[in-house]
């Protein structure tokens, strides 16, 4: 099972305890996934479909509860689903406008809304209860291991500014964008997929996703360490080898027995340990010296060795 599959599958078990709530998932489920159009008869008939049997449940669920309808389920294989199942429902009757008006899809006239209905999202609860219908209706979630990508798709512009809208009521931002026949609302946030998931009760998905980003920044945290510290041996090697090379040209134009004590004892001791540390080499030292004063020793070695070399 995809990602956002399992996602859609844990918020289609959700089951708001107010019926305001359950009626506006269930208007947004509709508005995204439903379809509007004259049957015979100029009878007007409902007509949803979807990829998720979860969602197709539990839209068939919801219009049961709140409007005792019994809408016809199909089931068919879809091509552009790659053989996958597609779910149907099919509802007419009498009653439909009815329903349809107390869902927010049609107004008082009957005539079609395109964007999120005032009165069905006024609580916030109703508001978060939407906002779940919408992601079960056209919404998408990338894998918690994948760049963050958050979306809503939508056939009417006017629903997704509504949605943009109703977004920015709980804090978060999205923006909006066209494609084709399509509006999407989106985000790239990462801050802003785990609080849109939080807000709409996927929990499961949330604590994947916080758990892939605590690895993905402990995974970054050791990659840098490492890189840092691979530079600094890198560095620390090719200052011993300058080292060792200064000293080769002392030995060999004034002789190590010719320096002063203390630059004697700082150069034998690199050419017995070529490897060792700056502090390392303090630490051999009778007394020991700080890594600072090694250091000055060495850069006094190696202006006596650019000396010898322009002598």
């Known amino acids: ?15 708001a305890s107010k019926r305001c709530c359950r009626l506006a998932e269930l208007s947004a489920l509709l508005h995204l996934e439903g379809s509007l159009h004259l049957g015979s008869g100029e009878r007007l008939v409902l007509h949803t479909e979807s990829e998720n049997a979860a969602v197709a449940r539990k839209m068939f669920r919801l219009l049961k509860e709140l409007f005792s309808l019994s809408p016809e389920l199909r089931v068919e294989r879809a091509p552009r689903l790659r053989g996958h199942n597609c779910y149907q429902l099919v509802l007419s009757g009498e009653g439909l406008p009815q329903v349809l ?36 209706g056209g919404g998408y979630v990338s894998r918690p291991d994948l760049p963050a990508h958050l979306e809503i798709n939508t056939q009417y512009r006017e629903m997704a500014q509504g949605l943009v809208g109703l977004l920015e009521r709980y804090g978060i931002r999205a923006q909006l ?13 990462r801050s802003v997929q785990a609080d849109f998931l939080a807000l709409v ?30 530079a600094n041996l890198e560095k620390a090697v090719k200052a011993a080898q300058r080292q060792l090379r200064d000293i080769r040209i002392l030995v060999d134009s004034v002789g190590l027995e010719n320096l002063p004590r203390s630059l004697r004892s700082v150069a034998e001791l690199r050419l017995q340990h070529p490897e060792a540390s700056l502090k390392e080499l303090g630490d051999l030292m009778h007394p020991a010296l700080s890594k600072s004063a090694v250091y000055h020793r060495m850069r006094r070695l190696s202006r006596m060795a650019s000396e010898a070399e322009r002598a």
Request: glycine residues 6%; proline residues 3%; hydrophobic residues 35%.
């Open 101 to 136: 008006n107390e869902l927010g899809l049609l107004d008082d006239s009957l005539l079609p809304v395109l964007g999120v209905p005032p009165r069905v999202v006024r609580r916030r609860c109703c508001g978060i209860s939407y906002l779940r219908g919408a992601f079960l």
């Open 1 to 15: 099972m995809s990602h956002i599959s399992e996602v859609k599958e844990e918020l289609a078990r959700i089951w």
């Open 201 to 230: 009760g996927a929990h499961e998905a949330l604590l994947r996703l916080q758990s892939e980003s605590v690895l993905r920044e402990l995974r970054e945290n050791v990659n840098r360490r490492v890189n840092s510290e691979t």
């Open 177 to 189: 964008t066209e494609r084709r026949y399509m509006s999407t609302l989106y985000s790239k946030s």
